[in-house]
């Protein structure tokens, strides 16, 4: 081959690599709007419905599109299971990766990968997170009671002969999990009916009086039971995942009022963390950046809006977001939690006393 013709198979290859590097650059960079415009994006659901997941989760759909470039239209797809890990792994290993699936994740899902649970299959650092509506600065998790209980205060229930029966999901459930820390960790006089399955079951139980009550949150029963709430059937004792007191609930105490135990209110941080991401949506791993900035930038502009701010505010739900940086930061925390500490939280999710 001569030197001539060498030099020009050369220059030729390198003008088709050329070529073919800016195709791919083009695909990979090019606007947001064409991928999204006409196409259907599903939002995934990790709990029935009807719960704050489910109505925070198809509000969001409702409004989020309008700050999507392309204006894609938002289906809801309900994904029971697991309290919320099947939807967590689905998103992980099993969603298309281009923008096209978003999740509202429960907010302890992404804890349980730290804590080693070994359903949790996917790494919580890794998910696109968009945000999360709450911060918890409006909201609590509360002990609540029907109105006609004999405890008046919190302090009612470390009195001798007087208890009250909560009712909770099965092991690993915020209502649970929160249950059984009032009981073995602030001492409580407490008592746990496991077995039902989400808040609604248990409000009703509540009013047939098989319970006393439940760990539930603020905005849940705004959202779920307003009739009751706004009825006053129900009173708060405490309130979980706050570090003041609630500004509607100023007599109330907060858990971490309840105990100076050192350990104690390790264990109260580290079970509280979830709270401060209370409502958190997400996408996929492995999102096209410009995709997933895009998602990103949308959600925040939908909770600055007005139109939605208001719907959010008559459904009850806390409005008080944070962006996904936020999140990652809170799982850091989480991650940084001494090895003892989640141990022993672990144990009160199993615990069968």
């Keep these: 081959m001569s030197d001539r013709l ?54 969001a759909a409702r409004h989020l599109s309008r700050f999507i470039p392309g204006n894609p239209n938002i289906v809801v797809q309900n994904n029971p299971g697991g309290g919320g890990l099947v939807t967590a792994n689905r998103l992980y290993f099993n969603s298309d990766k281009d923008g096209s699936v978003l999740a509202k994740l429960e907010r302890a899902v992404p804890q349980l990968a730290i804590q080693g649970n070994p359903n949790a299959q996917f790494d919580p650092t890794k998910f696109t997170w968009l945000g999360s509506l709450s911060s918890y600065d409006d909201d609590a998790y509360l002990m609540l009671v029907n109105n006609n209980h004999a405890a008046k205060t919190i302090a009612d229930l470390k009195t001798p002969g007087l208890s009250v029966t909560l009712g ?87 858990a971490r009022e309840l105990t100076n135990d050192a350990s104690a209110l390790s264990l109260l941080e580290f079970a509280e963390l979830p709270f401060f991401m209370a409502l958190p949506f997400a996408a996929p791993p492995g999102v096209p950046a410009d995709r997933a900035r895009a998602l990103q930038a949308a959600f925040l502009a939908m909770c600055r809006d007005k139109a939605f701010v208001d719907e959010a505010e008559k459904l009850g739900i806390d409005m008080s977001p944070v962006d996904g940086d936020a999140i990652l930061k809170l799982l850091a925390r989480t991650a940084a939690t001494p090895k003892d500490v989640i141990a022993r939280y672990n144990a009160i999710g199993g615990e069968r006393k």
């Excluded at 609604?200 to 705004?222: H, T």
């Excluded at 609930?249 to 907060?254: A, E, G, I, K, N």
Aim: some cysteine; proline content about 4%; overall charge positive.
């Design 6 to 59: 060498r030099t020009a198979l050369v220059v030729l290859l390198c003008a088709s690599w050329c070529d073919m590097l800016a195709v791919t650059r083009y695909a990979a960079a090019q606007s947001v709007e064409p991928f999204y415009k006409g196409r259907t994006v599903t939002m995934l659901v990790g709990t029935s419905p009807g719960g704050i997941n489910d109505i925070s989760a198809r509000l």
């Design 168 to 254: 909770a999901d099965n092991a690993a459930s915020s209502n649970l999990i929160f249950a059984v820390i009032a009981k073995e960790v602030l001492g409580l006089n407490v008592n746990v009916v496991r077995g039902y399955t989400g808040a609604a079951p248990l409000f009703l139980a509540m009013q047939r009086g098989e319970l006393d009550g439940q760990m539930v949150g603020l905005s849940s029963v705004r959202t779920g039971q307003r009739d009751l709430w706004n009825r006053k059937a129900f009173r708060p004792l405490m309130a979980f995942g706050r570090t003041t007191r609630h500004a509607e609930f100023p007599d109330m105490p907060t």
